[in-house]
């Protein structure tokens, strides 16, 4: 399965910007979507999810009250909304899926099968 990440770009410190995810060939509201982000010379770190069951969703304490996920799952896509960027939110924006994750695992990196190829957010000061 091939994950599509895309929206990313150059914006400014208190801009917003939204990032989406499309997983052809798989049925995102059976899927756990989770969304990881690497910046340079720094390991690859949770950001946000959404479980498959009832759609409850996790954030990153550093992304809480800014970030915003959600699907739509009549077009197979995953968002994310994030707004009031600031410099150390620059990444590479990587979304992942999953079937079979349970809920305690949702913020592990390796608890995801399916990657996609990442999308570029950078924000100047």
């Known amino acids: 399965v091939q994950l599509q990440a895309s929206g990313g770009g150059l914006v400014q410190a208190g801009d917003s910007l939204r990032l989406s995810c499309i997983a052809p060939?798989?049925?995102?509201?059976?899927?756990?979507m989770g969304w990881f982000r690497q910046a340079p010379e720094k390991e690859r770190e949770f950001v946000a999810a959404?479980?498959?069951?009832?759609?409850?969703?996790r954030y990153a304490d550093s992304v809480k009250g800014r970030f915003t996920l959600s699907r739509d799952n009549a077009k197979n896509t995953v968002y994310l909304q994030m707004n009031s960027l600031k410099p150390e939110d620059t990444a590479i924006y990587y979304c992942?899926?999953?079937?079979?994750?349970?809920?305690?695992?949702?913020?592990?990196?390796?608890?995801?099968?399916?990657w996609g190829q990442g999308t570029l957010v950078t924000v100047s000061s």
């Open positions: 060939g798989r049925t995102i509201d059976s899927s756990d």
């Open positions: 992942a899926a999953d079937g079979s994750i349970i809920m305690s695992s949702m913020a592990v990196r390796n608890a995801y099968a399916y």
């Open positions: 959404i479980f498959r069951s009832g759609g409850t969703t």
